[in-house]
Structures are given as C-alpha cells and as structure tokens.
C-alpha cells in the first residue's frame, strides 16, 4: 500500500496551495480519505476528511479555507487550501481508513510566511 503525497511547499500568507494524495494497493473506493496535520511540537490532528459517499468535515480552523475532494478515476485525494495563515505551517499527511484498518502517506511540509 502506497500513499504519495505532493504539493507542499513556501507560500505567503493569503497565498494558496494544493497538495495531491495518489493512493495505491488499495481499493481507492472503498476507504474514507483524511488529512492530518503536525506543527513543530504539536500533535497530529485531523485537518479534513471525506467519505466513500463524497461528504466532507473540515476543523473549524480551516472550514471555508481549505477544501478536501476525491477522483476515483485517479486514485488522488486533493486539499485544495486557500487564504493560508502562517498557523497553517505543518507537515502534511493523508490517510486512508476502512474497518479498523488505515494508511498513511510519507508527509508533505506546508511553510507559510508572513
């Protein structure tokens, strides 16, 4: 099982980014798609996530900012992130969950500047 996440990188604040997620190994369809998040210092936490079925939750910190979405067609989860603030600076995962069972991804470092 591989999941390969990309896109991250320097961006000033109020800037934009997308990062990409390609998923192999698994059944794409069947598994909810998150991503987390790790400050320097802080805990992972969970950023967006969204369902088999398409439905999406966001932290608070992020909703109407960042946008999670699927193409099964790709096997690729995208967080489309707007409007960044430098607390959003963080190594980026995704995730793939089903059953009792999850994956993670190698991680992609988001910085914002000021």
């Known amino acids: 099982v591989q999941l390969q996440a990309s896109g991250g990188g320097l961006v000033q604040a109020g800037g934009s980014l997308r990062l990409s997620c390609v998923v192999s190994?698994?059944?794409?369809?069947?598994?909810?798609m998150n991503w987390y998040r790790q400050a320097p210092g802080k805990q992972r936490e969970l950023v967006a996530s969204i369902t088999t079925g398409g439905s999406t939750k966001y932290r608070d910190s992020v909703k109407g900012r960042f946008t999670i979405s699927r193409d099964k067609a790709r096997n690729t989860v995208y967080l489309q992130m707007n409007s960044l603030k430098t607390e959003d600076t963080a190594v980026y995962y995704c995730?793939?969950?089903?059953?009792?069972?999850?994956?993670w991804g190698q991680g992609t470092l988001v910085t914002v500047s000021s």
């Open positions: 995730n793939a969950k089903r059953e009792g069972f999850e994956y």
């Open positions: 190994g698994i059944v794409f369809g069947n598994h909810a």
